[in-house]
């Protein structure tokens, strides 16, 4: 896999933790008026796509706690308030998930696929292109979380 796209997906999970170290967990954990969720679920959610899209529909295993997938899977919002343990628990999985993908990558682990259609509208048929893909997801979804982060500040 392409170096440069790793550096790119490394390099916005490392954005969106920087984001998440200069909110408060109050922040982070807060809803602002006019969106419909919180920072920490769009990085939730972030960590949860990338093992659905390139684990699940590979008929692999997900490096993660099911239960993160339960919360912050395509169709959740934030439910709960998220203390700091699970926020640095999920700070480690942003970077390690990614880790853990190219070793699997570079061992051949993604064989089958089950093709999906993303709601961005993208075909997925492999787990190469579901990694060609989900970079725009994270970035889309900081985007979303910077969004929230300026929306807190005017307050």
């Not at 439910?79 to 628990?89: L, M, S």
Request: aromatic share 10%; hydrophobic share 40%; proline share 3%.
């Amino acid at each position: 896999m392409e170096n440069t796209l790793f550096k790119t997906i490394i390099q916005t999970r490392k954005n969106f933790i920087e984001l998440i170290e200069t909110s408060t967990t109050e922040e982070v954990n807060e809803v602002p008026a006019g969106f419909n969720n919180n920072i920490i679920w769009n990085f939730g959610h972030i960590i949860c796509s990338q093992q659905i899209l390139c684990y699940k529909l590979a008929n692999v295993a997900p490096v993660i706690e099911a239960q993160y997938i339960l919360d912050y899977q395509k169709g959740t919002k934030p439910e709960k308030f998220i203390e700091a343990e699970e926020i640095n628990i999920l700070k480690d999985l942003a970077l390690s998930t990614i880790d853990k993908l190219a070793e699997d990558l570079n061992n051949n682990v993604f064989v089958s696929y089950n093709v999906r259609t993303t709601s961005y509208g993208i075909e997925l048929k492999s787990a190469i292109e579901a990694v060609q893909f989900f970079p725009i997801h994270d970035a889309y979804h900081y985007g979303c979380a910077s969004s929230i982060k300026k929306a807190l500040n005017k307050k």
